[in-house]
């Protein structure tokens, strides 16, 4: 028992996180399905995997339910809670592309089982079969709720193009630029349509709506820039990020879509329930 948990664990709290996008929810539905699994006769289970994905996915679209009446009452924008990863959840792009914040974003978007179907099949790869089980819908249902959600998110996700180290080089040089106050090289990499997203969650100072535009953008980054500010190189979701320091205490994380060369979306996270899962890594598996 404990074998197959230690085995899938991994797996079930990616699963769980790209439908919720909370890490701290997904960790409460582990937990939850660890205590179910302890009550399960495992000798009678044909496929550990699949039964316990399966499970994750149920308690995750209950979980679902309830987020979306909490989210309905957050104050300000709501962006995913963000997760510290290895450098090396990169090389499987897949997986990367699945956990970053513009694509967790174009995931909200989705009803509970169309996302359900759409991570379980699309990132995982998980039999129609399967899937069909897991949300309780028969198997021609589950492929046409499959084709709803790939046209959804096709229409919606960001089409880059840019290679890994390309997309790097522009991120490093927007913290450089942001550390060294070099204000042209700021100007110079933000996208002329670049939009700003930051998460307070109503405890801390943070722009109720997304602000469009360089110029807002720019000179919103410089009003609320604090002197004693230190910008640290982490790995967030898969992809570079840039933690924010305030004299000497993590004060917020940011992480960018570069499209193009340049800077086409920004996420700030200053709410500090969401960044207790940046500072150990946090393991991804497919």
């Known amino acids: ?16 996180y790209e439908m919720l996008g909370s890490a701290a929810d997904a960790e ?24 316990l994905v399966r499970m994750t996915t149920r308690l995750s679209l209950n979980r679902l339910r309830t987020l979306a009446r909490r989210r309905e009452d957050y104050v300000g924008t709501w ?5 510290l990863t ?46 069909a089980e897991a949300v309780e819908k028969n198997e021609p249902a589950v492929r046409q709720v499959a084709s709803r959600a790939r046209t959804h998110v096709a229409e919606r996700r960001p089409r880059t193009s840019v290679s890994a180290a390309e997309r790097d080089a522009v991120i490093e040089k927007f913290r450089a630029a942001t550390a060294g106050g070099d204000l042209q090289s700021l100007m110079d990499v933000l996208a002329p349509d670049v939009v700003l997203m930051t998460d307070g969650g109503g405890k801390v100072q943070a722009a109720l709506n997304p602000i469009f535009g360089r110029d807002k953008v720019f000179r919103f980054l410089i009003a609320v820039t604090p002197e004693a500010l230190e910008l640290v190189p982490v790995w967030l979701n898969g992809s570079p990020a840039i933690q924010f320091v305030v004299a000497g205490r ?37």
Do not use: C
Request: hydrophobic content about 50%.
């Open 1 to 16: 028992m404990i074998e197959h948990w230690t085995t899938h664990r991994n797996l079930l709290f990616t699963v769980a």
């Open 250 to 286: 993590p004060d917020g994380v940011g992480t960018m879509l570069v499209e193009d060369g340049v800077v086409t979306r920004l996420y700030l996270v200053r709410n500090p329930d969401k960044l207790g899962r940046v500072v150990d890594e946090v393991p991804l598996a497919r």
């Open 86 to 131: 290895a450098p090396d959840v990169a090389l499987d792009v897949e997986l990367a592309d699945s956990v970053s914040t513009a694509m967790l974003l174009v995931l909200e978007t989705l009803p509970p089982v169309e996302r359900a179907v759409f991570v379980l099949r699309e990132v995982f790869d998980v039999p129609y079969a399967e899937i």
């Open 28 to 51: 409460d539905v582990l937990q939850e399905v660890w205590l179910r699994w302890a009550d399960v006769l495992v000798d009678e289970v044909r496929d550990p995997r699949a039964y």
């Open 79 to 83: 962006l995913p809670e963000p997760v």
